[in-house]
């Protein structure tokens, strides 16, 4: 049995709607009807006013940042577990990414941590909910606005997570949203800015298509050509029609995970805050430093029996391309995950006889 880390489910339906919109015309991201759809659709299921869709997550916060015009050198707090595409957008916007460590328990941003790390020069947080589990806004949120403070939301892996009947991406200045390959929701790459802010809509729209206005040729702003395609926009409108079905097989997937692990004394599971739905992008597990293997062990005896793992992401203030420009705090929490978690096959097509395969390798090889 092979079983990899993740396999996109394209359907019958999403061919025919790329094909559609390939038939008619629409290969750019200048016109046609499936672009505005999926702007739409996205924002009102999000429940924000505006959407604005993009090349990629990445470019997706790249923009929203640039959107609020920091001053050069200002200071961003960011998720220390996260991808290095959150703090490159920070960098690329020549402003300075400022690592906060993990809690032990969502995984998230430690909220407790945020006030030693404000500054003068502070001027926003990215927040990641990782692995799809919300974190707790609400507090965030008032800390922001104690410090008046900007937020943007890395939804990356957060498509449909709820928090006290709000989705991610609805609390913050701007949502950011990533449809990469392996996402809950895929256009093979792009992204999307969510907001509720009129003028920030108008602005993100100018930025993202080179900063076009009246008259066209005349460019009063220096923007970006961030912008996705109708085709893949359709991709975009035919998932999201099946969505509340794949939200559905991922929750149902990781509560098989938990019913065959949760009991390992060798291992913890992602935790939960009231109210949140996690939507469980991936499934993650944390090896006790006491387990009688390693956690490269483990992989190793994985990968020999076809099952494909990943490592958790390797912590900001560890990042060598932050490292050699910035002094950064250690985030020893955020460390620990890098070294001792793993995700486990997630894929929504994943069957309980996989996900039984893949539970009883790791209870067996961890067993004393």
């Keep these: 049995m092979k079983i990899s880390v993740f396999s996109p489910e394209i359907t019958k339906d999403d061919i025919e709607l790329v094909s559609q919109a390939l038939q008619a015309g629409e290969i750019s991201g200048n016109y046609g009807k499936y672009l505005t759809e ?177 008259p066209r040729f005349l460019h009063k702003i220096a923007g970006y050509n961030f912008r996705m395609t109708g085709y893949q926009a359709a991709l975009g409108v035919s998932q999201f029609h099946r969505l509340g079905q794949t939200l559905e097989k991922k929750i149902q997937i990781a509560t098989w995970y938990k019913s065959l692990l949760s009991s390992n004394k060798y291992l913890s599971l992602q935790g939960t805050i009231p109210g949140s739905r996690n939507v469980y992008w991936v499934f993650g597990i944390l090896l006790a430093k006491e387990a009688p293997i390693s956690r490269d062990t483990l992989r190793e005896i994985l990968f020999q029996a076809g099952v494909e793992t990943r490592t958790f992401f390797c912590p900001m203030d560890l990042q060598p391309v932050l490292r050699s420009r910035f002094t950064m705090q250690e985030c020893p929490n955020a460390a620990m995950l890098w070294e001792q978690g793993i995700y486990l096959p997630s894929s929504a097509t994943q069957t309980y006889d996989e996900v039984l395969y893949v539970a009883t390798i790791i209870n067996k090889a961890l067993s004393e």
Aim: include cysteine.
């Design 38 to 214: 999926f702007e739409n659709l996205w924002a009102s299921y999000c429940g924000v006013k505006h959407g604005i869709a993009v090349t990629s997550g990445t470019t997706a916060l790249h923009l929203a940042i640039a959107a609020l015009e920091f001053p050069v050198g200002s200071e961003v707090l960011i998720s220390s577990s996260t991808n290095i595409a959150t703090a490159l957008a920070v960098l690329h916007n020549n402003l300075v990414p400022v690592p906060v460590d993990s809690e032990l328990i969502t995984w998230n941003l430690d909220i407790g941590l945020i006030e030693k790390q404000i500054s003068s020069k502070t001027v926003a947080i990215i927040p990641v909910h990782l692995f799809g589990q919300p974190l707790n806004m609400p507090l965030l949120m008032r800390l922001a606005e104690k410090y008046n403070l900007k937020v943007i939301e890395d939804c990356a892996e957060s498509h449909g997570a709820i928090l006290n009947g709000r989705m991610t991406g609805s609390f913050g200045a701007m949502g950011c949203f990533s449809f990469y390959a392996n996402k809950i929701l895929t256009t093979g790459e792009g992204g999307m800015v969510i907001t509720n802010n009129d003028d920030l809509s108008r602005k993100l729209r100018d930025y993202r298509n080179l900063g076009f206005q009246e």
